[in-house]
T-cell receptor, first 116, second 114 residues
Framework: KNQVEQSPQSLIILEGKNCTLQ??????????LRWYKQDTGRGPVSLTI?????NTKSNGRYTATLDADTKQSSLHITASQLSDSASYIC???????????????FGKGTKLSVKP | GAGVSQSPSNKVTEKGKDVELRCDPI?????LYWYRQSLGQGLEFLIY????????KSGLPSDRFSAERTGGSVSTLTIQRTQQEDSAVYLC????????????FGEGSWLTVV
């Protein structure tokens, strides 16, 4: 079964510190990997999309990496801000439509809390 | 509009009543998704529309759930005879095509069944 596992489940850091969120997947056939940020009570917002051939992509203070061989991705947040407090969701797209799972396989997210 | 629009944003309904949730995707987006997210949980796929193709309804949890997409644009998710376990946020998303493009989510419709 296609699965996306994220760790840690939750994380608390101090404002200004860096952090790294992990995503491991067993999805085939792989199309691309996305990271989303979901503020409490809001819809997810796209941060990055990476295809098989891309191993890093940045969006401001967010940098995502992808190792397609080990099927791992990470999201690194630099110089965290209070507004970074949110759930970060890793989503892997299937190359073909995946039936009852759809073509997007979602992780359960990492809940990040940034404290002053 | 500039983004995916969903309505109502919040809905409280009595158990057993029917509800309709509406999604206006971004203009020109051919792919439209419905997901359900229970409190503190990940997103659960419900249904997917792509262009004029027949939708894949295999993610719908029961026959009380149905969805339509009229004219390739607006979509309505209908839940009949609502149950308390239907309480969740229902998220709609759209994209230009099946793969490779950014998928934009709406802010969701928060459903509470009492």
């Amino acid at each position: 079964k296609n699965q996306v596992e994220q760790s840690p489940q939750s994380l608390i850091i101090l404002e200004g510190k860096n952090c790294t969120l992990q995503c491991n997947y067993t999805v085939s056939p792989f199309s691309n990997l996305r990271w989303y940020k979901q503020d409490t009570g809001r819809g997810p917002v796209s941060l990055t999309i990476m295809t098989f051939s891309e191993n890093t992509k940045s969006n401001g203070r967010y940098t995502a990496t992808l190792d397609a061989d080990t099927k791992q991705s990470s999201l690194h947040i630099t110089a965290s801000q209070l507004s970074d407090s949110a759930s970060y969701i890793c989503v892997v797209s299937l190359l073909n439509y995946g039936g009852s799972q759809g073509n997007l396989i979602f992780g359960k997210g990492t809940k990040l809390s940034v404290k002053p | 509009g500039a983004g995916v629009s969903q309505s109502p944003s919040n809905k409280v309904t009595e158990k057993g009543k029917d509800v309709e949730l509406r999604c206006d995707p971004i203009s020109g987006h051919t792919a439209l998704y419905w997901y359900r997210q229970s409190l503190g949980q990940g997103l659960e796929f419900l249904i997917y529309f792509q262009g004029n193709s027949a939708p894949d309804k295999s993610g719908l949890p029961s026959d009380r759930f149905s969805a339509e997409r009229t004219g390739g644009s607006v979509s309505t998710l209908t839940i009949q005879r609502t149950q308390q376990e239907d309480s969740a946020v229902y998220l709609c998303a759209s994209s230009l095509q099946l793969t490779g493009n950014t998928i934009y989510f709406g802010e969701g419709s928060w459903l509470t069944v009492v």
